[in-house]
């Protein structure tokens, strides 16, 4: 009813806010520092947002059914461990094989636990918050006991060129990988059938039953894929510290959480893009990145980002508002 | 003559909208003042401008010929303007008399605790006062509807009011406890209160109202004298043509049976439910609402689990135990409730319209979008959905456009058996008779239809044969097919167990 008078200049510059304010944040970045323009801290910023990203991809698709998902942080956790200790269990075999079967293994793991809360999630209606916290607290848990509490080393030295190495000497592996999984994760929500679903899930859970969506099915399938992704971030974090810590992933639910949602994605549910997530992770990283350069101090730092992150969802509210 | 509330020259515009124009009319003390209007009209509107929800941007309200500038909500219950709304405002967890003094809870001076001794006495006095007797103490959420309406109404007066607007006070009610509605309403103007009564059934204003003042498209048409109205002029001045045929005929050819339910129970809701549908006919299901009839279309489309009984489509038997496998069998479900059980409202009406088979567009693996939107346009162009594009938020349609919308969804597949659920309900008159015709063309067609209705002129006018429900159970099929089966009689079966 009331969006026929916006002038087409006015309604592109609100849909496409989030990547201006991207471009306009790394030409600040760039003309204030010039640490930050070189091309080592550019692809440095990038790397460092991707295993982040790569888990936010498949977040995206939980958010978008109204959903969340806590335990992602320790799923990288469990994950890299489960990973380490396959690897360190076949000395003998070729190192490509060790790492191959490590790989999947923590990749396995992360679908299965992940699988496991959204069957839970589906089949008993319980808030998803409540599940995947429960499955945050337990896969951190068993991070610790499967490795007695002690980082697993003693890794194929192959491994690091996973985690750390760069593709035809530039880009670096899990960029390569973040890639990827944006463009696999973005085709399936907006082109496939199961994307379709998805999002008429977390728009009307009831009216997208009975049109005859499997509900049910689509859920667990998003927390699989989730937990899948979880696990892939793990297994290449492991690769890139050459050793499998129960320690690490602390927060990073929330970081994740956190680009989600800066990229536009609403937690109401039905409404969110990955190219948005991506963007949001990037924001994110370009922030903290040039922040550090300009020696703010890292409270600050998580001020400004918490003040990021409320004005993405005030500007999303008050638009949401507009639209009406 | 004494002058309760003036409305002179109100405007309100919304973005894009002009939801009131240059409205005027006058509402005597202790008169029941039917407002009526198809949607969009401008009723509600008017009603939140009064409520003090809604500023007007022009023209002003006087109370006894006071001229007044309502702030807000709080402001126009103080002056004593009470509304109660169609949606209850209701805490299911909280007693009686602590809704009845929701928010203005007298106190334990210079405490936080709650003088519960006042209001039980308070909330007494005022359902004595209107001959309810509901107790204060009970919690709202074990009453019936009709019990928590009271409640709103006897909230909106728990503050001295001098106006009361109700709007749509009757679409949840059985006609016993409509009768009772009745009773306290014409008590209250006895009084001296004014009613405002918004409604869309024209019988009701007939039975109760004294003056009826018409809107449409924003605009004051008429306020007059019930007993100078007729039920086709007052149609005349809402839809501002004449309507010769509300419900247009159809001659078909009955088929074989294609639908046969056999001792269908689903839980305490649906007992022992049995009909059978013939290829192009329409079978209407009535009863009160509560019978049960939501809940059987919700069984045989396998939503709610049947606990016994047989379901067959063609030659597919069920019961079907998903949505899905009754799809497969040709079986079409529209429910009742589109915004809440239909719609994507926020999706765009290409989504939409697709999402009962999104698999049709897909090419080389992936969905094409712009395949999507040729067969979403084609399809809004033959359930004639008025809208400038696919892409629009089906939440902007009106709830006839929204309803079309819902059938082209579902007449885009191979369908054997249509199941609407409230067809009509909140739709405008003109698009009602658009869906009637189309109900007409798909009997043509050779599908077996099942009408779930409350308006009982429309289930006369439209169906075959009318089967009443009532406490889950089958009471009665009438025979339809002269159009000629009376209200009474409907009536008759669906309170049968009740009596």
Known sequence: MTRQHVHPVVRFLVAARMPIILVVLVMAASLSSENFRTQANLINVVRQVSFEAIIAFGMTLVIVTGGIDLSVGSMVALTGVVAALVMRAMPDASPVLAIGVGFACGIAVGAGVGATSGMVIATFAIPPFIVTLAGMLMARGFAFIICGGIAVHELPEQVLSVGAGFVGGVIPVPVLVMLLVYAAVATVLSRTVFGRSVVAIGSNEEAAALAGIRVGRTKAMVYLLTGGLAGLAGVMHTGKLMSGDPNVGEMWELNVIAAVVVGGTSLFGGRGTVTGTLVGALIIGVLNNSLNLMGVQQFWQNVVLGAVILLASLADAGLRRLER | MPCRLRFANISKAFPGVLALDDVSFDVAPGSIHAVVGENGAGKSTL?????????????TIALDDETVEIADTGHARRLGIATVYQELHLVGDLTVAENVFLGR????????????????????????????????RAMVRNLSIAQQQMVEIAKALAVDARVVTLDEPSAVLTPHELDRLFDVVRTLAKRGVSILYISHRLEEIFALADTVTVLRDGRHIATRDVSDVTRAGLIHDMVGRPVDQEFPPRSVAMGDVRVQVMGLCAGEKVRDVSFEIRGGEVLALTGLVGSGRSTVAKAVFGYRRATSGTVQVDNLSGPFRSPREAMRAGVALLPEDRKREGLLLERPIRENITLADPGVSVRGGLLSLSGERRLATELMATHNVKADSSERAARTLSGGNQQKVLLGRWLQRECALLILDEPTRGVDIGAKVEIYEKLNVL???????LMISSELPEVIGMADRIAVMCDGRLTGILDNSTRSVSQEAIMNLAVAHQS
């Not at chain 2, 009997?443 to 239809?449: E, P, S, V, Y």
């Open chain 2, 47 to 59: 009603m939140k401008v009064l409520a003090g929800a809604h500023r007007p941007d022009g023209g």
């Open chain 2, 105 to 136: 809870w007298p106190r334990l001076r210079g405490s936080g605790l709650i003088r519960f001794d006042r209001i039980t006495e308070e909330t007494e006095r005022l359902f004595a006062s209107l001959g309810v007797s509901i107790e204060p």
């Open chain 2, 443 to 449: 009997a043509g067609m050779g599908l077996a239809i």
